[in-house]
Each structure stands twice: as structure tokens, then as C-alpha cells.
């Protein structure tokens, strides 16, 4: 479908929206390319998801052999080498950012470095490595520029002292003690590699608990396990103000209107993410946006025709699995196809410290907030013969239910593996299954699994093994 207008679809940005959109693109006979003025896989393949999970796996395994006794194993001098941890991370991402291009290349997808302006709805102009500026015609556009970490003025990111997850992501070296701002996602992760290796670690939150949009029971199970790590954590506590020099950090934390000082070798600060729309010729073209972010319709459309949006610059759920599926839905809206819209609630959340954190849809607070009728069902890690196996007793999985129809709402879980499990919940919830499929289905023993069926047996006061 190669058009007078150069191509069908130019992506802007090589990360898991814009990346998948194009292979999409290619599979559905358009003719498309990719303008990316870093690396292809985006922060995500680069300084996210894969690195940050190649780090985690070694942590893991650093904390069962910090156990061996349990199994029966004896170490003497025992070391554990974080730069090697690191340059297995950057193995596993140079070999994933060649598969991505391997796959741009048999869909057909031109690969354009660059940093790209949008001059109207058809063309783009791209500003190669060597400065030199050229057009790009397309009838399509789809604006995949992801986000970076944001920083707050009391939190002046230097790259070495106070940093960011960028930063952390390549650094091949532990130190001695950090503060983490931030109890989300990215700072449970870190909080987890840099305590395995030793490093004395602070969590700070400035809500209530960690992981914050976990259901509260989830973030409970998740302090405990911490706790038995030796992972400080001050919820309800806010910095103030930082003083870096050489040597480290002077932070100044603010908790119940008292202030207190304390001294960290690094500060790592995990606090969310702004949209990279920035000089991208946005406003130029009329696109509305809101707060930086892209305003766009259930179709990844803009209110510009032509011009489509996907991925953490839509500031919908800054997930690189739901880039990947607003990407699909964008270029099927291009050539034709029907579209299934996205339910933002129901998406799949996974968090990989350990435990694992995962979740969808409704917590049990948000489900009462809505009127619904709620009844749960629980089941304790520690009640699981595979867990139990594993040498894993922390956490629990939850579920939460419309007790007038059995309908799932949520499914929040804390402990090994889990986020293995979300595809059974959501799956169930998209059929319109209940509590009562999921009891009657057999799941195999012994595995994780079980737990869900258990769980969804509690709901009904029929659990088996707790």
C-alpha cells in the first residue's frame, strides 16, 4: 500500500507503543517506518522493564544463596559482584534491541534516526545524527515518545549523587546506603536489587504506604516482606530540601509537621514520569493536549485527523504493555480494521520485586466507593504447597467480587510469581466468568496457581487448604 505520500504511517518513537505499531503496520500491507533519536526498544528494552528484570532475577538469586542453610548449601566467602549483575542487564538488552530491529526489518519497517518535528499532519522533518535536516511524507502519523523521570525542586537530579532511574539502570556499582523517593513501582524494584547487594536502603513515601494504588491489604504484605529484607521505609513523609557534595546527601524529611536530617551516599529519586512532548511541533498543529500529555479517543486518534498518540505521552497508564496494545489499536484504526477499545481499569499491573506485586482492575475500597456489593476472597501464600516448596511464605492473593453475580472486579496479589497469574484473572473477567469457573476449573497441583482457585473457593466459603 506504498503511497505518493512517501509512507502510510510514520511512528515517532522506537519504544513498545511505537515499535509494535510498526510491525503492525507492516503486517497489515502499510508502508511505515520508525523515527528514533535514541535506541529502538525505547526506555523500556533500554533503561526499564528488560534491564531492571535481568537485575531482579540476579537479587533473587543472591537472596536464596544469602539462605542456603535452608536448602541445605554452604558458601565460604561468598561475594556477590554487581558489575557483573550489570553487564548480564546490558547482555540481555543488546540482544533484545537487535531482535527488535530483526523484526522492523521483516515487517518491511524503515528505521530513520533522528529527532522528528511534526511541520503538518503529512510531513515530518527529521534531524539526522549528522545534523542535516529531511522531510518525511506520510499520510499517517503516530506519536510514540514515551516519557522520562520527573524530578521536583527539592530533588535537583545531578546524575551523581541524586539520580534517577536512568541513571541506576547502568550504574555498575552499589553503594553503601541510598534513599529512594518514591514507593511505587520503580522504587520497590530498586529498593529490592541495591538491599540484595547489601546497600543500607530507605524507601520514603509520601502516602500513606508503599505501592500507594495497590489495595491496601497488598501494600501491607509487601511492608511486612520488606521489613524482614531490612528495607527501612517512612510513609507519610515528604523531602524538603538536599544537599549534595562529594562525599553524598543531606536530605531533610518533613513527617507529621517535624523535620528531621539524614545522610545517604546516593538518592535516587522514583517519583513518576512527564511526557516527552516537548519540541515535537504539537501546538504548531493544533493537537490538544493536557497537562503535557496527548488527549486522544478510545481509536488512539488526536483531535487532529491523521495524527494518532500511543504509549506514556497519552498519560492514560504509563505501562509498556498497554503502549504495545494502544499501538495495534492506532494503526487497525488506520487500516480499517475494527478496534476493540481499552478498559484502563481492567489492564494488567505487575511489579517485580520479591515478592511480586500484580494486580487488576478494582481494589476493594474503589469497589465499595462504586456501590458495589462486595464480597472477597483470600488465600495466604504460606497456605500453598508450591510456595511452600520454594522456600516462599509471604504474601497473599485477593479477590474481589460482585457478590450479587459473582463477577470478578479485582485481583490483587503479593508473592512468588504472581504476575504470572494475571492472564487467568483478566482472562476471566473479559468471558464474564465468575468466582464459580474459576472454583470449578482444576488447576494443576502443586503450582501458584492454585492459589486463584483457592481464593476464588474463599469468596464462596468453600476454600479447601486454608
Known sequence: MATD??????????????????????????????????????????????????????????????????????????????????????QVVDRMTRGVAFLLRKNGVDHIEGNARIVSARAIDVAGPDGQ???????????????????????????????????????????????????????????????????????????????PNEDEEISQQLERAFNRHGIKMQTGAGVTNAQADPAGVTLTIEKDGVSETARFDKVLVAIGVLPNTENLGLEDIGVATERGYINIDDRMATNVPG??????????????????????????????????????????????????????????????????????????????????????????????????YGELLGGHMCGPEVTELLAELQMTHLLEGTTAELGWAVHAHPSVAEMVHEAALDAEGRALHM
Not at 140 to 149: D, E, L, S, Y
Open 5 to 90: 505520500a512517501g509512507y502510510d504511517v510514520a511512528v515517532i518513537g522506537g519504544g513498545p507503543g511505537g515499535y509494535v505499531a510498526a510491525i503492525r503496520a507492516g503486517q497489515l500491507g502499510l508502508k511505515a517506518c520508525v523515527i528514533e533519536r535514541e535506541a529502538l526498544g525505547g526506555v523500556c528494552l533500554n533503561w526499564g522493564c528488560i534491564p531492571s528484570k535481568a537485575l531482579l532475577k540476579n537479587a533473587e538469586i543472591v537472596s536464596y544463596v544469602r539462605r542456603a542453610d535452608q536448602f541445605g548449601l554452604a558458601f565460604d566467602n561468598f561475594r556477590a559482584d554487581y558489575s557483573v549483575a550489570m553487564k548480564r542487564s546490558r
Open 307 to 404: 495524527i494518532y498518540a500511543v504509549g506514556d505521552v497519552t498519560g492514560k497508564l504509563a505501562l509498556a504493555h498497554v503502549a504495545s496494545a494502544q499501538g495495534v489499536i492506532a494503526v487497525e484504526d488506520i487500516a480499517g480494521e475494527e478496534t476493540q477499545p481499552l478498559d484502563y481499569t481492567y489492564l494488567p499491573k505487575a511489579t517485580y520485586c520479591h515478592p511480586q506485586v500484580a494486580s487488576f482492575g478494582l481494589t476493594e475500597a474503589q469497589a465499595i466507593e462504586q456501590g458495589y456489593d462486595v464480597k472477597v476472597g483470600r488465600f495466604n501464600v504460606q497456605a500453598s504447597g508450591k510456595a511452600a516448596a520454594m522456600g516462599e511464605n509471604d504474601g497473599l492473593v485477593k479477590l474481589v467480587i460482585d457478590a450479587s
Open 133 to 211: 535536516v529531511s522531510r518525511v511524507n506520510t499520510r499517517n502519523i503516530v506519536v510514540a515518545t514515551g516519557a522520562r523521570p520527573r524530578s521536583i525542586p527539592p530533588l535537583p537530579v545531578d546524575g551523581q549523587r541524586i539520580i534517577t532511574s536512568r541513571e541506576s539502570i547502568v550504574a555498575d556499582d552499589v553503594p553503601g546506603s541510598i534513599a529512594i523517593i518514591g514507593g511505587g513501582a520503580i522504587g520497590v524494584e530498586f529498593a529490592y536489587i541495591y538491599r540484595m547487594y547489601g546497600a543500607d536502603v530507605t524507601v520514603i513515601e509520601l502516602l500513606p504506604r508503599i505501592v
